[in-house]
């Protein structure tokens, strides 16, 4: 599966941002999906995933209550709403994908190319 990852942008801090992640090349309910997002020098961080039909969803504590996860199986798309932006959530935000069926031990080998987001204070 390819993944493409965009909405990313400059907001200022306590904004919003919504990214997408279009996938194709193959059945995108076949996948469990995911975001992460990296700075440099710093190791990739988990930051949200969700199950292949939407229904088990869960957050890194740091952005749990003021991100979203989400995805629309009908558009191939998966979704982060992001809300109450602080500036240390500047990074690049990457989607993955996992194989569904292992939601817990996942393994995601299918990375997107990533979309950068600044906030600033």
């Known amino acids: 599966v390819q993944l493409q990852a965009s909405g990313g942008g400059l907001v200022q801090a306590g904004g919003s941002l919504r990214l997408s992640c279009a996938a194709s090349g193959r059945t995108f309910t076949s996948y469990d999906m995911a975001w992460f997002r990296q700075t440099p020098g710093k190791e990739r961080e988990f930051v949200a995933s969700i199950t292949w039909n939407g229904e088990t969803t869960d957050y890194a504590d740091s952005v749990k209550g003021r991100f979203t996860i989400s995805r629309d199986n009908a558009k191939n798309t998966l979704y982060l709403q992001m809300s109450s932006l602080k500036p240390e959530d500047t990074a690049v935000y990457l989607c993955?994908?996992?194989?569904?069926?292992?939601?817990?031990?996942?393994?995601?080998?299918?990375w997107g190319q990533g979309t950068l987001v600044t906030v600033s204070s």
């Open positions: 993955a994908a996992a194989p569904r069926g292992f939601y817990y031990t996942p393994l995601y080998n299918y």
